[in-house]
């Protein structure tokens, strides 16, 4: 995956817990749901953003200086 893919998906998880939140607050269904599937998809995004950040040659040669 590419970086800015990271990020899409990282953005669609923040997305959908701000919404599950809205839910949640307005006593809508689906709104654990919704809270739920967006704190994973940001946890996934993130680990892949670091699995990235560590396997990319030209990051870890900046990161060590």
């Given at each position: ?5 990271i990020i ?7 997305i959908i ?17 919704m ?8 946890v996934a ?19 060590n200086k």
């Amino acid at each position: 995956m590419k970086y800015y893919q990271i990020i899409i998906v990282l953005v669609l998880g923040l997305i959908i817990t701000i919404v599950g939140a809205l839910f949640k607050v307005m006593h809508w269904p689906y709104a654990s749901i919704m809270l739920i599937t967006g704190m994973f998809t940001k946890v996934a995004a993130l680990i892949l953003l670091i699995i990235k950040l560590i396997s990319d040659r030209r990051t870890n040669n900046l990161l060590n200086k």
